[in-house]
T-cell receptor
Framework: AAGVIQSPRHLIKEKRETATLKCYPI?????VYWYQQGPGQDPQFLIS???????DKGSIPDRFSAQQFSDYHSELNMSSLELGDSALYFC??????????FGEGSRLTVL | DQQVKQNSPSLSVQEGRISILNCDYT??????FLWYKKYPAEGPTFLIS?????DKNEDGRFTVFLNKSAKHLSLHIVPSQPGDSAVYFC??????????????FGSGTQLTVLP
């Protein structure tokens, strides 16, 4: 069965650079979520989209933005990267209010 | 202030015995609880869930118990197998705007099942 696809799996950036992460949800899932998991921390909710519109916002910094496109894939854009942005970024998708299915994550390292 | 707490960062259990993972929450508005299992370098995998209208949900070797008055839930794995060794995250959610469910995760418990 198709799962949530995230790309890239690994990304290395310098401070103050920009990074973009992509997420392709499970087909027919209408909701996409972004989570950030720092080293030794639990996943923190960043933002979600329902039917291509932002539905909820968590602890997402102002330097970050995200959107969901007409094909339901989502992109998380991170600008002015800081060392503290180094983390595993998970995307998840769900159908209606069902369980969230997570991708394998994109590991961002900021040097 | 953490709304979902897993106070045991690690747990070791002998193969064949019962594993009990605990989770406490503070927000009484949470209406749905989930357990996720995570292997290194992989995303969390959904394991089992329970609605706040129930106090028990069972799926094979996995059973989740919910005690709403104590704001406590637990995951029982019987019998435990070495392949169950992973980090287990408790998560709680409530319906937010736009029908999207926002999950609040606990900090995880590393379960090690010893052969």
């Amino acid at each position: 069965a198709a799962g949530v696809i995230q790309s890239p799996r690994h990304l290395i950036k310098e401070k103050r650079e920009t990074a973009t992460l992509k997420c392709y949800p499970i087909p027919r899932h209408d909701t996409v979520y972004w989570y950030q998991q720092g080293p030794g921390q639990d996943p923190q909710f960043l933002i979600s989209f329902y039917e291509k519109m932002q539905s909820d916002k968590g602890s997402i910094p102002d330097r970050f933005s995200a959107q969901q496109f007409s094909d339901y894939h989502s992109e998380l854009n991170m600008s002015s990267l800081e060392l503290g942005d180094s983390a595993l970024y998970f995307c998840a998708s769900s159908l209606d209010t069902g369980e969230l299915f997570f991708g394998e994550g994109s590991r961002l390292t900021v040097l | 202030d953490q709304q979902v707490k897993q106070n045991s960062p690690s747990l070791s259990v002998q193969e064949g015995r019962i594993s009990i993972l605990n989770c406490d929450y503070t927000n009484s508005m949470f209406d749905y609880f989930l357990w996720y299992k995570k292997y290194p370098a992989e995303g969390p995998t959904f394991l089992i869930s329970i609605s706040s209208i129930k106090d028990k949900n069972e799926d094979g070797r996995f059973t989740v118990f919910l005690n709403k008055s104590a704001k406590h839930l637990s995951l029982h794995i019987v019998p435990s197998q070495p392949g169950d060794s992973a980090v287990y995250f408790c998560a709680a959610s409530l319906i937010s705007s736009g029908s999207a469910r926002q999950l609040t995760f606990g900090s995880g418990t590393q379960l090690t099942v010893l052969p």
